[in-house]
């Protein structure tokens, strides 16, 4: 049975960050409906001054945060010492766990496209989780072609392929390019996994339903899901992880299950007590 389209959402520009201008496609409103897929936010500029004042140093805790640059440059620097600089068709993948401090700042390119996903983490590991930080490179990312497109393996499973997991929730990341009038079947079977996809460049097919460009469209329980190209070539984006049903307390950077844990994590901000675990992933 294929996954069936079953909420859609635009979202709305807005800035963040020191003035980026982005559109915030998913936020606390749409915690229910796309679990453990928190925030997407999207970027797509060729403007510089729309993003070079980017993310200065911030933090962050109770996520996992990826950023998929389609094209452009960003740098990214961290309270562990990490200085690390991804390019077109690159990655990122930042666990915050108990407490991380970065900041993202892109660099003037021809064209600045790409998204950032926050990935919820299981209440069990949101202060155990140590903060770490992996560049996802071009050099690790598999290709795999198909008739009429590419899939390129981000992060978890594609049939025999293997990329780059996350300790805690699973996550099949794929950047899918489809050429004019083609089309992929993907396998995602199990009622316990959270299927969603984002049209980042042109509009597309979904289990037979049009989702217009930069659309986050969630799916519903099934066993495929069916992508396809109408008469122009397209690149979407493919997240397939697992439901959390638990509570979720969130306020800017900081995402728990309690509000008492959001007033604790920003006490210890305020006493320089923030940082909890420095430990190797």
């Not at 049939?159 to 794929?174: A, S, T, V």
Request: glycine content about 10%.
């Amino acid at each position: 049975m294929e996954r069936k389209v079953i909420t859609e959402v635009k979202g709305y520009r807005t800035q963040d960050g020191d003035g980026v201008n982005l559109v915030r496609v998913l936020g606390n409103e749409t915690v229910q409906d796309f679990n453990p897929f928190l925030m997407l936010d999207a970027f797509d500029s060729k403007n510089p001054e729309d993003y070079i004042k980017g993310f200065p140093m911030h933090p962050r805790r109770g996520i996992e945060t990826v950023t998929f640059i389609s094209k452009g440059v960003m740098v990214h620097e961290d309270h562990l010492g990490t200085k690390a600089t991804i390019h077109d068709g690159e990655a990122q993948w930042l666990t915050a766990g108990s407490g991380a401090f970065h900041s993202e700042m892109p660099q003037p390119a021809e064209r600045m496209l790409g998204v950032q996903l926050w990935l919820n983490l299981p209440a069990k590991d949101k202060l155990t989780a140590a903060p770490f930080y992996h560049g996802i490179l071009n050099s690790e990312i598999q290709e795999i072609p198909f008739e009429g497109g590419k899939l390129r393996l981000l992060t978890g499973d594609y049939k025999n392929y293997h990329g780059f997991e996350g300790k805690y929730l699973p996550l099949n990341y794929y950047d899918i390019h489809l050429d004019a009038g083609a089309k992929i079947s993907l396998d995602c079977a199990g009622d316990e996994r959270s299927v969603m996809v984002f049209t980042l460049e042109g509009a597309a097919i979904v289990s037979g339903k049009k989702v217009a460009a930069k659309t986050a469209a969630k799916l519903g329980n099934g066993d495929t899901v069916t992508i396809e190209a109408e008469n122009s070539p397209i690149e979407i984006l493919f997240m397939d992880s697992i439901k959390l049903s638990e509570n979720v307390a969130w306020l800017g950077p900081i995402v728990m299950n309690t509000k008492q844990e959001i007033i604790e994590a920003f006490t210890e901000l305020e006493k320089g007590t923030f940082i909890k675990a420095q430990t190797n992933y």
